[in-house]
Each structure stands twice: as structure tokens, then as C-alpha cells.
């Protein structure tokens, strides 16, 4: 009888050491060895389950040339798993050996073929006597659709080449292994009552999907009307050679997505696991009775059901356990899921952890008292509780996660715990109504977009503990005034963009580097401090800061990137001391009541449209400077006074822009053509205009 199965092969290859004969007499034993596998080669015997079998390889001859064996084995019980090893002896030098390995199954009428790949390894050296092996492992494992138990099928293995990368091994024999591999089959398929692979079952309104492993995956509704829905007890006679079969049924993942019409949902014992979003946008769910069977609740599995209140658990159930249609792990020292519809929950005194996304989704739940026994809140365990309030959090806990409090949108106050340490990515995020909050000053770290949006927090202080605050912390906060801590070492990217309120910033001295957009759109800014040690201002670093009238950099600072002050319309001051060396790519670009500025003799290196500024630009370039890029002025109406007395070699022939830039450089000999300047009491005077 044909038989029809599909096979999945891993082949693992790795190098093993042992001892073996010498390279002298390897070319007879090869020899005598084909000879043994012309006549063993169609031995047979069978396995069952649990049980192994020999399956024995003999030797090939010289390189190019291919050997083979094969047996008969017998397919039975309830797994279909191969484990092969290949021992390839006497090699007499250390090689990378290139294989080609093929390996298939076959019954009287067609033959199945695992896969002929080709395979590299390593030859190792043993210690004693510095012969060489390489071993070659197989794991296969045959995944059938029919299948006859008691079948013969025989195993065949060919290593039909064998090369070393060498160029002088081409005399290189060698030689398989004596010993037996080892060889376990047995079969991992049933019938399911005539069902094959991808049928689709309908039973009590519920559509199953059959996989071939003997599962059903439980996938949709067969009536959008019905709206209360068991899952299981699906065919419970199903045997297997007159042997009742244990199956199992799974909801997966999207499952029954928005399928308003489900209110109640049942889970029978052949049930073991409810995937992600299994029941998401069931907007009139309300119940859920879990079995004494299911093992795996994916967290967000109910999310989107605003009618949700109650989680009902089977008392046998070894995984989880049930209170006030809350559902937790067995002992109830983790929270797993709040049904969405709560409006108050009462927690018990041996709850310890709060899981992830606990509360999600929880619009209603309007205040939360959490026991002092907690001390892991998991990432997202409150967001969008969109009703709360405020929340006291105890001292045990030391981590707020990602987005913990994320659009709790009527959230004013929280009380953070005396041992907090780490404030995550997003924890209080979009909580539009948070006026104040204090941060403990054990707190070390504050995550990415932690308080992004918090349009009502007015002022914060960042106590000395914090040195890291990450990308975006406060952006577009409503905060007017803000104290950072000494300990920062830099402002990182976009941490105070677009805070519109803010009016004035002091910069610490451990403060080394203002990065991307840290102070971007911050319209409102009016006054700035820099740390005496700042290096660096990144790109857009103050971008927009449209109030911004007058800057005075420190001595320290050596960069300023690109458009770090661009389109800033009020600043009318800019004040260097000696130190920087670059100015970036449209740097003061759009600062459009610039009409003076001095720049320190350490510059050596100004880029294109730094000064794109104003039509009464006056500016002196120093004599230090020795790369220009071109444009610098774009076409605005610039005056410049160069202290070169001509343009240097490192300077773009289109530095400046004819007809709307006009250049005068240095002389210190009277020079009346109309190009050249000298200082007369400190100020650029050009020399045809000097009485």
C-alpha cells in the first residue's frame, strides 16, 4: 500500500577526537571494509518505539567516490525520530572535509528523500598518536499525513563525495566506522476519525483546524449570532488502533477577534492554551470559565472586550486559580489578568507580582490600593486605565517597566517608592492630567519617552542619583522649569524637544555633550546656561527655539553640529570664547536677526550655510580657519572680513556666492582697491574708506 508522508531533516556536523589505526595501512582497510558492506549492507531488522537499531555505514575508498548503506526498519507507535552517526576515519591531515550526504525513505512503491546537501567540517587531531576522524550526526524527524502502522520502510544514508580542501591530499582514503549507528523510528501521527492535514471540523458552532501532530486549533465561529461558546469535546471518541488518543485543542492567536456577538466562553478539558489577542474586540464578552486543563493564557488574550468582569477557574487546575473574577497563578502570588470591565478590585496580602498588562485596558478602574507585600510591577501592567486617579505604589518595588502607566490620561498624582531605582521606556507617557511627581533620590535612571506628553507637569527635579536620561524623557511636557542632576554627563536626543513652556535651562558641569534635538522647539526658551565643561552640541540640538535671543558658548566647547541653532528668529547674540573648531552644516541657519557675530581664532572649520542668516551679516573669519565648505552664505546679503590676506587652498571656490556675498581680506599695507581691511580700534575698517 502506498504510503504519503512529508519529512523535516536537521543535520547537525561537529568534530570528534578518537583513536584510530595509522595512515599507512588505511588504504587496505578501506579496501577489506567495502568488501564487508557489499555483503551487510541489506541486512534488516525492525524497531518499536523506544527501541534502537543498528544501522551500519562501512568504509569509502579515495576521494570523489561514493559509499552507501542501507536497512529495513519497521514504523510503529507515536513518534517518527531517526538519530544517525557517521564516523569517518583515518584521515591524515588536519582538513576542513566537504561532504555531500543523502538520505532517504522509501516502501515498495516510492522513495522519500530527506535531502542531499552539502556539508563542511573540521578534522581533529588526537593527542597519542596524531590521527585524524570526523563524526557526523543526523537528527531527523518524519512528520506523517497517512500512515499504516507495522509498515517496512527502508533506511537508505549515501555519502556519495568526500574532498579536502587541500590541494596535496589527493591520495587521502578513508574509512567509515565498524561500530553500528544507532537508529530509533517510531511514528508521531494518527487518523483523527478519517480527518487529515488543514480539515476543518465544526463542532458546537466552533470551527478546528486539524493538524497533522493529532491538535486542533480552534479558529472561529461558524455563526456570528451565537454568543455563548464552548470549546472542546470535539469528537470524544477518537481512537488510534482501537486505543482512545489524548488530544488537544488550542485558540490561537486572533482567533475570535471581534466577534461581537460572544458573551460567554467555556473551555473544556482537552483545551490547553488561548493564544494572543484570541478574543480581542469581543466587544460583549463578559465571562470566561477556564478548565482544569488549560496550561497557557496568553495576556492579552481578552484585550479589547469593555464589557469583560469575570475570569472563573476550575479548583483542579494545577497553572492557575481565580478571586473576585481576577485571574492569578495557582498560589496567587502573581496577577495575571483584570477582566477590562473592573471598577475596583481588592487585592490579597500574598500577591507579590503584578504580571505584564495586568490591568490593561481597565477604562473603569478609577483607584487601586496595592498591597505593601508587592514588589515587581511587570511593563504595561496599568496603561490605559484611562479612569485612574492616583496610585501609591510600595517601597519593595525598585523598577517601574515600560509604559507601566502609559495613557492613564486622568492620572494626577502617583507616590513613587523610596527605593525606586529605574524609571523605564514609556512608564508615564501620554498621562496628559499629571501635575507633579517626586522622584526619590535612589532613582539612577529614567527610560526613553518616560514622561513624554505629560502636558500638566509643570516643573520637576531630577535628583543627583539620575546620570542617565534617555531619548525623549520629557518630551512635549508641559514643564516650565526643570532641575537636572550633576551627575548627567550628557543631554541626550530630544530629551526636551518640543517643551513648550519651558522658559530656562541651566546646564550642570559634569554635562560634557548636548545631543540631537535636545532642545528643539522648545518656542518658549528664552535663557541658557552651558556647563563650562561642554564639548559638543549636537544636531538641532536647539533647533526652533524661536524666544531665544542671545548665547554665550564656554571655552570648552569644540563642536557645534548641524542646524544645533537653526531657524532660531530671535537670537540676536552669539558670544564665542577660544576653544571651538567646527561649525556644522546650516549651524545658524534662518537665525534671521543675526547681524553680527565674532568667531574664536581656534575655528579651523566652518560648512555649508553655517550662516545663512540675515541680508546685514557682518562677520570676521579668522586666519585660523582652513576648510571651507561652499555656500556658507547662501544668498544672503553678507559682509565678510577675512583675517587671510587671500583665500586659502582648503576653502570652496563657491564659498561665497558673487553679487550677494562680498569678501574683503586682510592687509596690513595700505591697499585702496577696494577689497582689503585692516582694525582701526578694533573694528573691520576696509582700507578705501580710511581717511
Known amino acids: 500500500m502506498k504510503k504519503r508522508f512529508c519529512v523535516a531533516a536537521l543535520i547537525l556536523i561537529s568534530s570528534l577526537a578518537v583513536s584510530c589505526s595509522t595512515n599507512e595501512s588505511s588504504s587496505s582497510d578501506s579496501t577489506s571494509s567495502s568488501s564487508t558492506n557489499d555483503n551487510s549492507s541489506t541486512s534488516t531488522s525492525t524497531s518499536t518505539h523506544d527501541k534502537t537499531q543498528d544501522l551500519v555505514l562501512n568504509s569509502f575508498g579515495v576521494k570523489g567516490?561514493?559509499?552507501?548503506?542501507?536497512?529495513?526498519?519497521?514504523?510503529?507507535?507515536?513518534?517518527?525520530?531517526?538519530?544517525?552517526?557517521?564516523?569517518?576515519?583515518?584521515?591524515?591531515?588536519?582538513?576542513?572535509?566537504?561532504?555531500?550526504?543523502?538520505?532517504?525513505?522509501?516502501?515498495t512503491d516510492e522513495t522519500y528523500t530527506v535531502g542531499s546537501e552539502d556539508y563542511s567540517c573540521t578534522t581533529t587531531t588526537v593527542s597519542e598518536d596524531s590521527n585524524y576522524v570526523t563524526k557526523v550526526d543526523f537528527s531527523l524527524t518524519l512528520d506523517t499525513t497517512y500512515f499504516t502502522a507495522d509498515n517496512n520502510y527502508s533506511v537508505n544514508v549515501t555519502i556519495s563525495k568526500i574532498d579536502f580542501v587541500e590541494?596535496?591530499?589527493?591520495?587521502?582514503?578513508?574509512?567509515?566506522?565498524?561500530?553500528?549507528?544507532?537508529?530509533?523510528?517510531?511514528?508521531?501521527?494518527?487518523?483523527?476519525?478519517?480527518?487529515?492535514?488543514?480539515?476543518?471540523?465544526?463542532?458546537n458552532h466552533v470551527k478546528y483546524l486539524y493538524l497533522s501532530s493529532g491538535c486542533l486549533l480552534a479558529y472561529d465561529v461558524d455563526d456570528s449570532t451565537i454568543e455563548d461558546i464552548t470549546i472542546g469535546g470535539v469528537v470524544n471518541t477518537c481512537t488510534y488502533n482501537n486505543?482512545?488518543?489524548?488530544?488537544?485543542?488550542?485558540?490561537?492567536?486572533?482567533?475570535?477577534?471581534?466577534?461581537?456577538?460572544?458573551?460567554?466562553?467555556?473551555?473544556d478539558d482537552t483545551v490547553t492554551s488561548i493564544g494572543d489577542n484570541a478574543f480581542y474586540g469581543c466587544t460583549s464578552l463578559t465571562t470566561a470559565t477556564i478548565s482544569k486543563s488549560l496550561s497557557s493564557i496568553n495576556f492579552f488574550a481578552f484585550r479589547g472586550c469593555p464589557l469583560f468582569s469575570s475570569i472563573d477557574v476550575d479548583s483542579e487546575n494545577k497553572n492557575y486559580s481565580s478571586l473576585d473574577g481576577l485571574l492569578y497563578n495557582k498560589d496567587q502570588t502573581t496577577l495575571i489578568i483584570v477582566p477590562s470591565a473592573k471598577t475596583s478590585v481588592d487585592l490579597p496580602s500574598t500577591l507579590t507580582e503584578i504580571n505584564k498588562a495586568a490591568f490593561y485596558d481597565c477604562e473603569s478602574l478609577t483607584s487601586i490600593v496595592i498591597p505593601d507585600?508587592?514588589?515587581?510591577?511587570?511593563?504595561?501592567?496599568?496603561?490605559?486605565?484611562?479612569?485612574?486617579?492616583?496610585?501609591?505604589?510600595?517601597?519593595?518595588?525598585?523598577?517601574?517597566?515600560?509604559?507601566?502607566?502609559?495613557?492613564?490620561?486622568?492620572?494626577?498624582?502617583?507616590?513613587?517608592?523610596?527605593?525606586?531605582?529605574?524609571?523605564?521606556?514609556c512608564a508615564f507617557s501620554n498621562c496628559k492630567s499629571l501635575s507633579s511627581i517626586d522622584i526619590p533620590n535612589m532613582v539612577t535612571s529614567i527610560g526613553k519617552s518616560a514622561f513624554a506628553y505629560t502636558n500638566n507637569l509643570k516643573s520637576i527635579v531630577i535628583p543627583d542619583s539620575v546620570a542617565s536620561i534617555e531619548e525623549g524623557a520629557f518630551k512635549s511636557c508641559g514643564i516650565e522649569s526643570i532641575t537636572l542632576s550633576n551627575n548627567l554627563t550628557s543631554i541626550n536626543d530630544s530629551v526636551f524637544s518640543e517643551c513648550s513652556n519651558l522658559k530656562s535651562i541651566v546646564i550642570p558641569n559634569s554635562v560634557t555633550s548636548i545631543k540631537h534635538c535636545a532642545f528643539s522647539d522648545c518656542s518658549s526658551l528664552t535663557d541658557v546656561t552651558?556647563?563650562?565643561?561642554?564639548?559638543?552640541?549636537?544636531?538641532?540640538?536647539?533647533?526652533?527655539?524661536?524666544?531665544?535671543?542671545?548665547?554665550?558658548?564656554?571655552?570648552?566647547?569644540?563642536?557645534?553640529?548641524?542646524?544645533?541653532?537653526?531657524?532660531?528668529?530671535?537670537?540676536?547674540?552669539?558670544?564665542?570664547?577660544?576653544?571651538?573648531?567646527?561649525?556644522?552644516?546650516?549651524?545658524?541657519?534662518?537665525?534671521?536677526?543675526?547681524?553680527?557675530?565674532?568667531?574664536?581664532?581656534t575655528l579651523t572649520t566652518i560648512e555649508r550655510s553655517a550662516f545663512e542668516t540675515s541680508n546685514s551679516l557682518k562677520i570676521v573669519i579668522p586666519k585660523s580657519v582652513t576648510s571651507m565648505d561652499y555656500s556658507i552664505f547662501g544668498y544672503k546679503t553678507v559682509t565678510v572680513y577675512c583675517e587671510a590676506t587671500s583665500k586659502p587652498d582648503g576653502w570652496s571656490e563657491t564659498w561665497i556666492h558673487e553679487g550677494y556675498q562680498t569678501a574683503y581680506?586682510?592687509?596690513?599695507?595700505?591697499?585702496?582697491?577696494?577689497?582689503?581691511?585692516?582694525?582701526?580700534?578694533?573694528?573691520p575698517t576696509i582700507w578705501a574708506l580710511i581717511p
Open 65 to 107: 567516490e561514493t559509499s552507501s548503506s542501507s536497512d529495513t526498519i519497521t514504523v510503529s507507535d507515536d513518534s517518527l525520530t531517526q538519530n544517525l552517526e557517521v564516523v569517518i576515519k583515518n584521515i591524515n591531515q588536519d582538513s576542513f572535509v566537504d561532504l555531500v550526504l543523502n538520505v532517504s525513505f522509501s516502501d
Open 167 to 203: 590541494e596535496d591530499s589527493t591520495a587521502v582514503t578513508a574509512t567509515l566506522t565498524n561500530e553500528p549507528t544507532k537508529l530509533t523510528i517510531g511514528y508521531s501521527g494518527f487518523d483523527f476519525d478519517g480527518y487529515k492535514e488543514d480539515d476543518v471540523i465544526t463542532y
Open 243 to 267: 486505543v482512545p488518543v489524548k488530544y488537544e485543542i488550542s485558540v490561537g492567536d486572533n482567533t475570535f477577534k471581534q466577534s461581537s456577538g460572544i458573551k460567554t466562553v467555556t473551555f
Open 373 to 425: 507585600s508587592v514588589t515587581t510591577i511587570g511593563e504595561s501592567a496599568f496603561s490605559n486605565c484611562k479612569s485612574l486617579k492616583s496610585i501609591t505604589l510600595p517601597d519593595n518595588v525598585s523598577s517601574i517597566g515600560f509604559a507601566t502607566f502609559d495613557t492613564c490620561t486622568a492620572l494626577t498624582s502617583v507616590v513613587l517608592p523610596k527605593n525606586l531605582e529605574t524609571i523605564d521606556s
Open 530 to 601: 552651558f556647563s563650562n565643561t561642554l564639548e559638543s552640541i549636537g544636531d538641532r540640538a536647539f533647533q526652533c527655539c524661536t524666544s531665544l535671543s542671545s548665547i554665550s558658548f564656554p571655552a570648552s566647547l569644540r563642536t557645534i553640529d548641524e542646524c544645533s541653532f537653526s531657524d532660531c528668529t530671535s537670537l540676536a547674540s552669539v558670544i564665542f570664547l577660544s576653544g571651538c573648531t567646527t561649525i556644522g552644516d546650516f549651524a545658524f541657519n534662518g537665525c534671521s536677526k543675526l547681524t553680527s557675530i565674532t568667531l574664536p581664532a
Open 665 to 683: 581680506w586682510y592687509s596690513e599695507e595700505s591697499n585702496t582697491d577696494g577689497s582689503h581691511w585692516r582694525y582701526v580700534d578694533g573694528v
